[in-house]
């Protein structure tokens, strides 16, 4: 199993543009999970999926991050427009149960 | 609502040292936690959970961590620190149905081995 796929690595954008940052969630997995990790506020919950559908938006900071499941194999947290203050490591994980399984992460900055 | 207070956002022990890295939980409902370790530059890797089983639960790399409901805590300890070791280290709580609820983390402990 390849794990959790997170793409792309690492993204350097300029304000004002749109990021999307992309997530392969482990086959079978029925959970998935968008944190943001920094330096001041730690590993924060964005938003997580159930089956494809949104159960919890709360976490979501602005009405600039927007986050989609098409269908079970990939999802996309959009920013637009991106702020220097959306620079962090963003996070997906997916889950069958109790098996979290967290994705290498992307690295946003954005200047 | 549900959260977790690492004690100590630094930890330095020696190499072949005891470590003790430690964790209090506020939780209304009986808690699940968990244990994760984070490389440089990686994701969040699980270590060990407790799902209301033994209370005592052992985990990957040679740690282990003691649920104490009257105390509230869940800490991590490993008999003898390797350099390899050295990661940054996430206790996390959550509820008991399953992987629908979500990980609510703590600010995470930074672990130095040295020689």
């Known amino acids: 199993d390849a794990g959790v796929i997170q793409s792309p690595r690492h993204e350097v954008t300029e304000m004002g543009q749109e990021v999307t940052l992309r997530c392969k969630p482990i086959s079978g997995h029925d959970y998935l999970f968008w944190y943001r990790q920094t330096m001041m506020r730690g590993l924060e919950l964005l938003i997580y999926f159930n089956n494809n559908v949104p159960i919890d938006d709360s976490g979501m900071p602005e009405d600039r991050f927007s986050a989609k499941m098409p269908n079970a194999s990939f999802s996309t947290l959009k920013i637009q427009p991106s702020e220097p203050r959306d620079s962090a490591v963003y996070f997906c994980?997916?889950?069958f149960g109790w098996g979290y399984t967290f994705g290498s992460g992307t690295r946003l900055t954005v200047v | 609502a549900q959260s977790v207070t690492q004690l100590g956002s630094h930890v330095s022990v020696s190499e072949g040292a005891l470590v003790l890295l430690r964790c209090n939980y506020s939780s209304s409902v009986p808690p699940y936690l968990f244990w994760y370790v984070q490389y440089p530059n990686q994701g969040l890797q699980l270590l060990l959970k407790?799902?209301?089983?033994?209370?005592l639960v052992k985990g990957i790399n040679g740690f282990e961590a003691e649920f104490k409901k009257s105390e509230t805590s869940f800490h991590l300890t490993k008999p003898s620190a390797h350099m390899s070791d050295a990661a940054e280290y996430f206790c996390?709580?959550?509820?008991?149905?399953?992987?629908?609820?979500?990980?609510?983390f703590g600010t995470g402990t930074q672990l130095k081995v040295e020689l």
């Open positions: 407790y799902t209301s089983a033994a209370t």
């Open positions: 994980a997916s889950s």
């Open positions: 996390a709580v959550s509820g008991p149905t399953g992987g629908g609820n979500k990980l609510t």
